[in-house]
């Protein structure tokens, strides 16, 4: 049996954010898988510190960062390096954008790269998990792709900074890179016809929750778009790195006549 509750201005109003969110993945944009590779170790790591602790961690250095577009675009190097503008009003992908986006922004408040207005910032690792798939790009890949990924060079970082790295090392470690916004790149193009999550921009990111202890941020997930479309606003809690996110998705292309289920 099912509850309905009358609509409400809230429910209107997460409708119309849903309505722009459709008409907003008409447009015509270029993607771009992002992903950056960076120093860690068991004191300087993202398990124990978090997005912020680690970023401002001493021993932090985002030492290379991969990008891959569906124009043929094929890059990796440091971030200072890339020409950022070419990201300029497009759709850029990360798979774990908590991790990706909030490093960018904190980057920019830093100045260890410029700030470019990009279309959108959407997450791959959300949609897989979301479309009922693995969340990791290994676990996710495989099953969609029946293809391995080998882990073992990021095992193999731990605690190595890139001076330090032979030629030998450094090429590997650029073609891991490479690999990942490759395969991110291929996830998105393979499930985009069948899901679509639009994703807001926050001041730093889903990360900025770490600076509040118990405080419960909203995912920046606003939308879906699935065929075919029921009309359900429901809420979706995970937690990622020790934090507890809190989705609301909404589901359907018409207008919200009904919240819950």
């Not at 409400?8 to 590779?37: H, I, K, P, Q």
């Not at 700030?115 to 676990?139: F, H, I, N, Q």
């Not at 778009?225 to 429901?234: E, R, S, V």
Request: glycine letters at 8%; proline letters at 5%; a positive charge.
């Amino acid at each position: 049996l099912t509850t309905r509750r009358a609509p409400t201005a809230l429910a209107a109003l997460r409708s119309y954010a849903f309505y722009l969110g459709a008409v907003g993945a008409t447009r015509s944009m270029n993607t771009y898988a992002l992903d950056y590779e960076s120093y860690y170790d068991k004191a300087c790591s993202i398990k124990t510190l978090g997005p912020l602790g680690y970023f401002s961690h001493p021993d932090f250095d985002a030492y290379l960062m991969s990008v891959v577009g569906d124009d043929g675009l094929k890059w990796v190097g440091h971030p200072k390096d890339f020409d950022w503008g070419i990201l300029k009003g497009q759709r850029v992908l990360s798979h774990n954008a908590s991790f990706d986006e909030t490093l960018y922004l904190f980057g920019v408040t830093k100045k260890w790269w410029p700030k470019v207005e990009c279309g959108e910032w959407l997450c791959t690792a959300d949609m897989a998990a979301y479309c009922g798939l693995p969340r990791s790009l290994k676990g996710a890949t495989i099953t969609l792709f029946e293809e391995e990924m080998d882990k073992s060079t990021r095992d193999n970082m731990k605690g190595k900074i890139w001076s330090d790295m032979t030629t030998e090392f450094k090429e590997e470690v650029s073609e891991y890179a490479l690999k990942d916004s490759e395969l991110c790149l291929k996830l998105w193009q393979h499930l985009k016809d069948h899901a679509y999550l639009k994703q807001k921009k926050s001041s730093l990111g889903r990360g900025s929750s770490q600076s509040y202890p118990g405080k419960r941020s909203m995912l920046n997930a606003v939308s879906w778009k699935l065929n075919p479309p029921p009309a359900w606003l429901f809420p979706v809690t995970r937690q990622t790195n020790g934090l507890t996110y809190t989705a609301r998705i909404i589901l359907g292309l018409k207008p919200l006549g009904i919240t819950g289920a």
